[in-house]
């Protein structure tokens, strides 16, 4: 699944290559993929052109003249740029066209993906937008906020960090690491994290994402950026997908746990 690293590197890419060609059209293969009707999304995007691309958590925010274009890739959802005259493929389901024959093509195998258009001055109000926690990277993340977040929660720490709602933007992959770095056990239940262990939580977070954005994602399973650019963080992975390997720490051999249903790896020595 895409996490913030991925979705920033994707923002990076298309604001460089499609950011003021007009659209000549966009072609709907599976509407249900859009919170809109899907003539209603097609008219707003003709003749219009994107001014700007930013992000919010794993929301991708395309900036038009009146409007915002919201997508989310959820599992498996990938941009492609290509000509226009290109094979159209299964599994590309929104086409955007543009009136110089490239297109932007929107693929996802699963269809799981989201995209809405919504009216400028209520994006703040958009629950896809107004859910979304603090990012890594917001000055006000501190410790403070996430033990006022963690003070009820009887649940794994694994499993909070994945909610959006409380920091926005990590996922399974970078969820790892970041306990890892803070020395966590995956299971410890969330209401008994300390200060320090939050103080912890912050600071590996906005260190391993830098470092991700930086090297434009992790590249594994069925994620690639699909648009020239290959990440190279899975080669700075700490734990995850290291099952059965000696730990880069203590050589103790890393382990693998369901927490949630989601596959989780940690060292059970550096993680009591």
């Not at 097609?42 to 994107?50: A, E, G, M, P, V």
Request: hydrophobic content about 30%; aromatic content about 8%; overall charge positive.
């Amino acid at each position: 699944m895409p996490e913030l690293p991925e979705v920033e590197t994707v923002r990076k890419v298309l604001k460089k290559q499609i950011l003021n060609k007009e659209i000549e059209d966009v072609i709907i293969y599976y509407p249900k993929m859009l919170d809109n009707k899907g003539e209603e999304f097609r008219k707003i995007l003709k003749k219009n052109k994107f001014i700007n691309i930013d992000r919010k958590g794993k929301w991708l925010i395309f900036e038009l003249e009146n409007h915002y274009l919201l997508s989310h890739l959820r599992m498996e959802g990938k941009f492609f740029i290509k000509n226009s005259n290109e094979e159209h493929l299964k599994h590309e389901h929104i086409i955007i066209r543009f009136t110089d024959k490239t297109d932007l093509r929107y693929h996802d195998v699963r269809k799981f993906g989201r995209m809405k258009v919504i009216e400028k001055d209520k994006l703040n109000d958009t629950i896809e937008i107004k859910k979304q926690g603090k990012e890594p990277f917001d000055k006000d993340l501190e410790s403070k906020y996430l033990l006022e977040k963690f003070k009820d929660k009887k649940i794994p720490i694994k499993t909070t960090l994945l909610n959006q709602e409380i920091i926005s933007g990590l996922g399974n992959i970078y969820a790892d690491e970041v306990l890892f770095a803070s020395g966590i056990y995956p299971l410890r239940e969330t209401s008994k994290v300390t200060k320090g262990e939050c103080d912890k939580i912050i600071r590996a977070s906005k260190e391993i994402l830098t470092k991700a954005i930086k090297e434009g994602g992790t590249t594994i399973r069925s994620y690639t950026s699909s648009l020239g650019v290959s990440g190279n963080y899975q080669n700075y992975l700490s734990v995850h997908k290291k099952e059965g390997k000696p730990c880069g720490k203590c050589r103790f051999i890393i382990k693998k746990i369901k927490v949630n249903g989601r596959s989780t790896y940690y060292c059970p020595n550096c993680q009591k």
